[in-house]
């Protein structure tokens, strides 16, 4: 997100930058949380991920990571990856199973992976002005988009973890 999503949603609670400890700057006063939802085979394996291609105007735009922003004051992370994929991906919550979450923690801020399995068909789409596409991206294939950097930096191990956790 940036201060030009004033203009395209109104603003919430937990909507800001923070420098943490480390002299980066984050979007979310209160951190931040992501949705990695994962459509598995017949066999529990990951097949593909829902992920976003940002914005040209958001942070680090034009590059793909998953639905996610800015958590509300005293929402949990689960609560907030839940609600920013729906509001914009149009990821209904009853549809998703959780499974963990990963937390990249910087001193003063954090942002929270959660991982969640398809139950229900989803079928995501572009719901604000925040995304630019919203789609399934076969497993093998996410390496190959432009990530955004810290998510690029994460996907190894959460590629890990989808699978490593028993999808069945």
């Known amino acids: 997100m940036s201060d030009a999503a004033a203009g395209h949603r109104q603003r919430q609670p937990g909507d800001g930058w ?4 480390c002299g980066h700057r984050h979007w979310g006063l209160n951190g931040a949380a992501g949705l ?25 735009g034009g590059t793909w990571g998953v639905p996610g922003g800015a958590r509300m004051p005293g929402e949990a992370a ?10 914009e991906a149009g990821i209904e919550p009853s549809r ?12 003063g801020w954090s942002y ?3 991982i969640a399995d398809e139950v229900g ?7 604000d002005a925040e ?6 991206v076969p497993v093998d294939e996410v390496a190959r ?3 955004l950097p810290a998510f690029a930096d994460a996907w190894p191990g959460l590629l890990t973890r989808l699978e490593t956790l028993d999808g069945r």
């Open 18 to 21: 923070v420098e943490c400890g």
């Open 36 to 60: 990695l939802v994962v459509r598995r085979d017949a066999d529990g394996r990951p097949v593909a991920v829902v992920l976003q291609h940002r914005a040209l105007w958001s942070d680090q």
């Open 78 to 87: 689960q609560d907030a990856a839940l609600r920013e994929a729906a509001e």
């Open 96 to 107: 998703v199973r959780v499974r963990e979450s990963s937390v990249l923690e910087h001193p």
């Open 112 to 114: 929270t992976t959660v």
């Open 121 to 127: 068909e989803i079928h995501p789409a572009v719901t």
């Open 131 to 136: 995304s630019l596409e919203l789609r399934w």
């Open 145 to 147: 988009l432009p990530l």
